[in-house]
């Protein structure tokens, strides 16, 4: 067997020095506290360790990737170590741990690619290739930010470094052992801390792990400094509205990692609300990710518990139209968020689909307007940043156009470019539509499901609905004289309006006609056409005002 390329022996040398003990820690935990996603990760990078010293092709490329690895293993043993349960982790911490799990897979699969009489080449195109090299980069670069931001774990640099590190936690993992062993408590809440992003420290009873800050960020400027402003103030309560994929959450995520939120805020809190669908659900969510005890009823403690904190705090509620949108709920959702809004020293934000903010709350002016679509230019930015192509080409400028500059479908479209090329996206819009960029399981990266999502809303009345169907073949809208004239087949047709705006499903543009953007109509028209009856009531109106022009025009 020929022998391997000195600088490459090197390389798996110290790469076997630094993981192998990763591996053994991570094995000795599964055995102790079978913590989830342990086991798969240990067999994952076990194999990784083999298959980078077969690979063929793009050994640089791929030793890189292995070598990163290190870099996550350490602060998760970290974590499981000082868990305030032992190895038991919040939820939001084991879902970036299944997201780094999910990064190793791609890894993985990527070594196998460039390994010679391997199968499974054979079943990727090139360009397909490079978006799972480039998913690998971006898990691994989210999972190392995300878990040195939580633990204020340092990068470890050589072998030495990790050894010695690996060292101490063996020796922490055996006094865990021991003291699990004897029966002895396993509340260390006193002396576990958790340092958060911004320096200081917080105590693990209430570890909360922030989502990172957006990396691709552009035409929001005058919205983030207009709520940086609002949060100034004592004791903010700030409501983020806007339609399904305008940006909301994205903003949201700005906001929370801006230097002044850090600086002034001594706790923040994220608490995405969409799996909740009441007040007391909502309450369970926030008490989760404070660490509260569960309980039936976690409303009061939850209050009580920022009431207790000394220093300033932010809370974030992302998706609260989920709980908030019923009728049976919102009554309980309001008075819970009017007790938090109670709190002095709570600064309160949310996030909602909409242009209507929950009564029982004195937001505080001046208010934020509904997001609306981006500019062109930095519809271009966003563009240009994904697909690392400066040229702004007319197929470009024309697939923009059908996004109308919705923040969530310009950067589906820019992806789908970066990854099929230009020529096959326009192609492919041209024939499903939204379909083409709503191939993802969760709104965020499904276009339909994100518009769907709105359209399901609770406070869609079936007369709105026509009203939207309707839209969907109007490009230009219609005028309130049109509205109100046109003896449409729809009763109360000025409060369907209402909620169309209300719901951020349509809105009034500069000339006051109510309109819908080009993927909400193009996906109605896909899903839920208008009726013909509708169709033929529209028609038989434009056809009377141009018959009316016409005659007095001569």
Known sequence: MPRQDPAIETRIHKLAACLTPAVTLLEELNKALGPPFIQPIVKTVQALIAGVQKVKRNKDECFQLVESIHQVLYPIIYLHLKSETAGSLLPPVLDEIAEFTDTLHKIYTFLEIQQDGNKIRQFFRQSEVNKLLKDCHTGLNQANETFKVQTGFTMLNNVIQVQHEAEAMHTELLELITTLSDGATSDRSSSVFYKKANGSQLSSNSFSLLP???????????????????????????????????????????VLHHTDTCTKFEHRFFVSAEAATTAVELAALIGLYLGLEPSKDLTKPVVQYFARQTGLCLLILDNLETPWEPIQSRGGVESFLSLLADVEHLALMITMRGSERPGQVRWTPSFLPPLQPLSDEASQQIFEEITDDPHVSKERTQLLAFTENMPLAVNLMAHLVDYEGIDNVLTRWKAEKTAALSTGYHRTSNLDASIALSYSSPRITPGARELLHLLSILPDG???????????????????????????????????RLRSLVPIREHIQQFSPPSETLVQAIRKSFHYLLARYQKHSG
């Open 212 to 254: 990172s800050k957006p990396k691709i960020f552009h035409g929001r400027d005058s919205e983030l400094n207009h709520v940086i402003k609002v949060l100034s103030n004592d004791a903010p309560r700030i409501a983020i509205l806007g339609a399904g994929g305008m940006g909301k959450t994205s903003l949201a995520r700005a």
């Open 478 to 512: 219609l005028s309130d004289a049109e509205l109100t004239q046109s003896n449409l087949p729809i009763g109360n047709i000025q409060a369907c309006r209402s909620v169309l705006i209300a719901t951020s499903l349509a809105y009034k543009d500069t000339k006051s």
